[in-house]
DNA sequence: GTCTATTGTTGCAATAAGCAACAGGAGGCG
DNA sequence: CGCCTCCTGTTGCTTATTGCAACAATAGAC
């Protein structure tokens, strides 16, 4: 069940036999899965008191200024329970307020100061390991590197499965960034 | 504190403006924070019966196998209990069995038949998210970002923190020392 | 003005994870 | 050879995270 899945556009034309690509998607997801296991293993020294949820709901309400509960919890397919807990408990802690002007159906959400305090925080760390990764590349590398993770995250995804964490805008609208 | 690292080593030659790279180097981590956070998701429907530490595990023991319960709890950053439990589990349902030849100090793992099986299951459909999200992608464009990926996950990790989850093999490779 | 669907919250349960204390064995040193 | 120390794994207790289901409140539809 791996992937006949070229049946979509192009597959190239230089070099590509199949078994190349079945080997070279395989390295994606092998590599992939490091990055999100080693994501999980990073958030916890990102920020002592926050959680990798807590992290993760701050980065989208920053993405996505406005949100509400339901929107966090259908980009992380979490419960809404889970949501609205963790929502009480970062509220309670001032990281998060609700917008004053609520005019849709939910509460609108917002970051405070300290709660972008908290969020650079995290991205500073975070970033820290980045960049050591990247120390011996060079910069046209890094562009390209970072031009192709988010070709890849804003892939195909989106239409099979609810929606994406992070970076994906909540109405299709506009113009895409 | 965000980043002033271009300290390393090359910076290419074409365009590289500090600035340039930097921003980058911040799609880069935002891009990987969503890959993160994506995979969190994906493995809860991954394998049902599996939580994302016992794939983890699984994982670990693929690459390393051999390795003891303190080996995956430093790869993960997971307290000895933890996968002490988890293994334990694991155990019981038949999916990690402990090598019969244990010599040194502590009791070397390995994957049995059905353990296998529930990996494979697990990758089949991790494998079919990332086989949607390279569709359009030519073969070639799909080795380059496996082969950058690669790259950034043996980078300079592994001096600084403690160890990697995946991938790093526990002896120093080849060519490098 | 009522009715339905969406949104957020709480009770209960299961799992995951950490800390501390402990048991058992490997290796080192006299 | 015997003792000692450190490593490895396990268990008791506690906390945090998550899900399911039931419920309250309200926006939008008719």
């Known amino acids: 069940m791996v992937g006949e899945s070229n ?9 590509g036999t199949a078994a190349e690509r079945e080997r070279a998607t395989a390295d994606v997801l092998r590599a992939l899965i490091v990055i999100s296991r080693r994501g ?8 002592l008191s926050l959680s990798m949820t807590d992290q993760s709901i701050l980065g989208y309400i920053v993405d996505h ?15 809404r329970s889970t949501v609205s807990r963790q929502l009480a408990g970062l509220m309670q ?7 004053a002007d609520a005019s849709g159906r939910g509460r609108p959400l917002e970051l405070t100061d ?3 305090a908290a969020y650079d925080e995290a991205i500073g760390i975070l970033r820290g390991v ?11 590398e890094v562009a390209r590197f970072a031009h192709d993770l988010q070709r890849f995250n804003t892939g195909a995804a989106g239409e099979t499965r609810p929606r994406h964490p992070l970076e994906a805008p909540p109405a299709p609208l506009d113009s895409a960034p």
Chains 1, 2 share one sequence.
């Open 40 to 47: 999980v293993a990073d958030a916890r020294i990102a920020n």
């Open 65 to 79: 200024p406005g949100c509400r509960s339901t929107d966090i919890a259908q980009a992380f397919r979490l419960n």
């Open 93 to 99: 802690l001032g990281v998060v307020s609700e917008q």
């Open 130 to 140: 980045v960049d050591e990764n990247l120390d011996d590349w060079t910069d046209a």
């Open 7 to 15: 049946n979509g556009s192009n597959s190239g034309s230089n070099n």
């Open 114 to 116: 300290s709660g972008w």
